[in-house]
């Protein structure tokens, strides 16, 4: 498996996307526009989370701090900015899949899993993208002990689009803590004071406040819309039209299903114990969530590939091909599915979370009872001194 070929797939459809949406004009880059816009008004002292219909459709949902991200972009004319965006978006990715602790050729099988996905990311221009890359990078950055890039990624998927929070999951694996805790703080600090340079404290507490607003009002809007919630929240909530009850009657038990894999501290040393665990998160983003979108899936389609990869050879039975057989049906269920159907009813109903739901649990099983060290040594992956060995120890 050549992963020149992957590199050349990824780069092709990243530019085909980018380019053909620039030829289109705005209309066709409405997202680019959006966040284009986030630096614009930030700058400006204008509202962040309010509509602008002369500038684009929708509205804003990420933080403040992302204005200075998209900022560079947003200096240049947007038919040339966007497609630079989403290249940009890719190569962080890229990168993140390459670094992880693995042989080529098995990244090179992550990328090309979830290479469909990045192209429709792509297409839409989504962070999620950057998203992925960030939680991925987290945790490579963690096995590579610098603490420093670790926190920073953390920071910016958190103060963006709040999901990179869930890099704290990898808490536990940090060997120097207190320095990663110091580099938390710093970074958070600079995340929240940074727009202090352009803005005044009263413009930038209003702008938080109208953030936490609009993420609250975007979770009610999504409930039974047909293009977001495609997830199993949304699957359960628009099978029963029901909304007498709260997502956290799902979301809790998932999340006390996650927490218990962590009584396993034994097991903390192995690369494929940390790598399935980064593999269950990243799945766990889009099914459990009432924001996904297709675009977002390309989160999900990573965290499936890096489960593959990691299930080694000798465990891969019938049930873990099906699951793999689903997930990729899914992926390219709109070129296989009549266009009604795949609207009204596989779309409508979220029913495109369920493999990657029965992949998670698969996930779930996995760090809760398999034996690491075998899985370890499967993949030639070295394990990592354990977590509460000395640094004296670590350096011999």
């Known amino acids: 498996m050549d992963p020149r070929v992957v ?17 289109h004009g705005p209309l066709k880059y409405n997202n680019f ?4 816009g986030v630096a614009d008004h930030l700058f400006a002292s204008l509202p962040l ?20 991200i998209i900022a560079p972009f947003a200096a240049l004319p947007p038919w040339l900015a966007m497609p630079l965006w989403v290249a940009a978006l890719s190569a962080l990715l890229y990168w993140a899949v390459r670094s992880l602790p693995l042989p080529v050729r098995l990244t090179t099988l992550v990328m090309w899993l979830a290479a469909n996905d990045l192209y429709t990311a792509a297409l839409m221009q989504q962070f999620n993208i950057a998203v992925a890359g960030l939680l991925i990078g987290s945790l490579v950055m963690i096995q590579r002990r610098h603490e420093g890039w670790a926190a920073l990624f953390i920071v910016i998927g958190t103060f963006v689009k709040i999901y990179g929070v869930l890099g704290l999951a990898f808490f536990f694996f940090v060997r120097r803590k207190g320095r990663f805790i110091g580099y938390m703080a710093l970074y958070s600090a600079a995340a929240l004071l940074l727009p202090l340079l352009f803005v005044t404290p009263e413009y930038l507490v209003t ?37 007498a009850y709260s997502d956290l009657l799902i979301l809790v038990p998932a999340v006390v299903l996650f927490l218990l894999s962590y009584l396993r501290i034994k097991q ?26 297709n675009s977002g899936y390309v989160i999900a389609s990573l965290g499936a590939g890096i489960w593959w990869v990691t299930v080694a050879p000798p465990r891969r039975g019938r049930l873990e091909w099906s699951l793999l057989a689903l997930m990729l049906a899914a992926s390219f269920a709109n070129h296989l599915m009549p266009r009604a159907f795949y609207l009204d009813i596989y779309t409508g109903y979220a029913l495109r979370s369920l493999p990657y739901l029965f992949i998670w649990l698969h996930c779930i099983g996995r760090l809760w009872f398999e034996d690491f060290a075998a899985t370890d040594r499967a993949l030639a992956c070295e394990p990592l001194p354990a977590i509460g060995t000395s640094e004296a120890a670590v350096a011999e």
């Open 268 to 293: 903390y040393r192995y690369t494929a114990y940390r790598l399935t665990m980064l593999a269950s998160l990243l799945l766990f983003i889009v099914i459990f969530s009432s924001g996904s979108e």
């Open 49 to 68: 989370y309010e509509p602008y219909p002369l500038e684009y459709g929708d509205l804003n949902h990420y933080g403040p701090i992302f204005g200075f």
């Open 7 to 23: 590199t050349a797939v990824w780069t092709v459809a990243t530019l085909y996307a980018g380019i053909m949406k620039a030829l």
């Open 33 to 36: 526009m959006i966040f284009r």
């Open 207 to 243: 702008q938080y406040l109208a953030w936490v607003a609009d993420i609250a009002d975007k979770n009610a809007q999504n409930m039974f819309c047909a293009y977001t919630n495609i997830s199993f929240v949304g699957f359960v909530r628009k099978a029963t039209g029901s909304t």
